[in-house]
């Protein structure tokens, strides 16, 4: 099942592989786009309301798992471009074992938090109780959410993103049906919501299993291969966890967002909750970008090729910046239509479409910071991804979306600049450390201290 990818067109891989993982994330983002359009067809704003803020705060927990599990991709990725199939199977084995553990120990913390977590991003009164049944809900159902990310995230390290296409499509399908049967003829509202998306997951995960069960991936997996060992385990953490602190501080910041437009009332929170849907079914190219550098380089890194792994990384930012601007140029014509797929309420409508004129072109520089972190990922320097981004967080995102909302009262317009104008930080902090890590290696060779001492 593993697909080496150190050789032939740097451009065909980049396809090849980026692909299938953009639809499963267009499959993924569709479905939860999904739940806010049905339950719109079926209650007002109140639900969609506790919707959208349970569903960023699922969101960002996800976005955390895949971030952590960034760790595996990468370490599976060098192992298979190197061709060390031990080193695979143990990396495999012990990611299974960790997110595994680490799952059930995160469920319990939150399902006896949930009322707090409710009350702390400042949901509006009327949608509290939506919010707090959709949430129970869900971190019920953390374990199998995170294992179709952490098997997804084992096969693109193996350069296999079909696969997970196939699981995506299939939990996509039943999310939408069990939606339609739960918020329509059993009035369940946010819960059915919340109830869908965790049985489509679990389906997909099982479906995953099966097909794991039964077909060859080229490795060979021992009962040792599960027992956790301290250096397998410390090189997932070391890449993985400043991603996942990296994304945490991104989602964190995106919460805060959502509470100061909470405390700006209903329809705001509600316009705001709608666009954050929105971006992230934009943000598909970015997030894919991401992923495949992140796999790609991983493996030309474990076979000692810098410079396709350079390569790689530049032509994704091409890709990812080309379909960036189209996008927010594409939103400038037709915001209104695009957020009213969603609500009826014409101040809703107006309200977010000032905030997704503004916000969308985050897609423009978020692609290219995604790329590079992608790619610092791959040669073990994740902490710069870390860095960035709490760097935007801190000086851009936060307090320029704080002032516009103080300053303008009137309009989500300033608040939305808050986005591109972090990314634009990003942006520059990530090609300045490109550049100082880039006069440090010359040819396509590493010495035998591994990639991330000489990046």
Not at 185 to 200: F, I, N, R
Request: net charge positive; aromatic share 10%.
């Amino acid at each position: 099942m593993e697909k080496n990818l150190t050789s032939g067109s740097v451009l065909k891989n980049i396809l090849s592989f980026s692909l299938p993982y953009l639809l499963s994330f267009f499959l993924q983002t569709l479905y939860g786009m999904a739940d806010l359009w049905i339950v719109g067809q079926f209650n007002g704003t109140e639900s969609i309301t506790a919707v959208s803020i349970g569903s960023q705060v699922m969101h960002m927990l996800t976005v955390m798992i895949v971030g952590l599990a960034m760790g595996a991709t990468v370490t599976i990725g060098q192992a298979v471009g190197a061709r060390q199939k031990e080193k695979i199977s143990r990396a495999v084995g012990n990611t299974a074992t960790l997110f595994l553990l680490g799952s059930f120990v995160v469920t319990v913390i939150l399902a006896v938090l949930v009322r707090p977590i409710v009350s702390l991003i400042s949901t509006p009164a009327e949608a509290v109780e939506g919010t707090v049944r959709y949430l129970t809900i869900c971190f019920i159902g953390i374990p199998f959410i995170t294992a179709y990310n952490i098997i997804s995230s084992v096969f693109r390290g193996l350069g296999d993103s079909r696969s997970p296409l196939c699981f995506i499509a299939v939990a996509c399908a039943c999310n939408i049906g069990f939606d339609l049967l739960f918020i329509g003829p059993m009035k369940m509202g946010s819960a059915g919501a919340a109830l869908g998306t965790v049985l489509a997951q679990t389906v997909s995960v099982f479906i995953a299993l099966a097909v794991i069960a039964k077909k060859k991936m080229g490795i060979s997996l021992k009962k040792e291969d599960f027992r956790l060992q301290k250096e397998t385990v410390g090189s997932i953490l070391k890449i993985g966890f400043p991603v996942c602190l990296q994304d945490g501080f991104i989602q964190v910041s995106f919460l805060i967002i959502t509470v100061i437009a909470n405390c700006r009332g209903l329809n705001d929170a509600a316009a705001v909750g709608i666009v954050e849907k929105i971006i992230g079914f934009l943000f598909l190219i970015p997030s894919t970008m991401l992923s495949t550098v992140s796999a790609l380089a991983a493996q030309n890194i474990g076979a000692r090729q810098v410079r396709r792994a350079r390569q790689t990384l530049l032509d994704s930012v091409v890709i990812a910046v080309f379909f960036g601007v189209i996008f927010s140029c594409a939103v400038q014509f037709f915001a209104p239509q695009i957020v009213g797929i969603f609500e009826k309420n014409e101040t809703v409508i107006r309200l977010g479409s000032q905030y997704l004129k503004s916000y969308v072109w985050d897609c423009v520089f978020a692609g290219v910071h995604f790329c590079f972190s992608g790619y610092f990922c791959a040669i073990g320097r994740s902490g710069l991804s870390f860095l960035h981004n709490v760097l935007s967080i801190v000086l851009v995102r936060v307090p320029f979306a704080y002032l516009a909302s103080a300053c303008f009262a009137d309009t989500l317009f300033p608040m939305g600049l808050a986005a591109p104008g972090g990314s634009l930080l990003s942006v520059v902090v990530c090609v300045i450390a490109y550049a100082v890590i880039s006069r440090r290696v010359s040819g396509d060779s590493l010495t035998r201290t591994g990639a991330s001492d000489i990046l």
